[in-house]
């Protein structure tokens, strides 16, 4: 790990545990460049657009989970509260939505 560490944070994503490290750290100026490009972002249907003309495609990854989703919902929705049966439905359905939006973040990193 670089730099000075300033904070740590511990975090709780349904059954998985994280622990999120801030650090100061000096900046390394990039070298000097003339070259410049431009970038639309969120241009239908693309992610991007350069000024060079290529152009990056959203990965719609909520269209692609959508019937395992739908699925895992509609099994919740027949259990019955305080059961153990609703609390493993309800762990799945999160399961899935935390899924999709770590491909998000990752996508986006």
Known sequence: MEGKIKTATVKRE???WYIIFITEVDPKPLPPSEEAIGIDLGTNPHFL???EGEM???PRHFQKAEEKLAKAQRELSRKKKGKSGRKKARLK???LHRKIANQRK???H
């Open 14 to 16: 349904g059954e998985h």
């Open 49 to 51: 657009v350069t000024s």
């Open 56 to 58: 990056v495609e959203a």
């Open 93 to 95: 359905v999160a399961k």
């Open 106 to 108: 990752d996508f986006h």
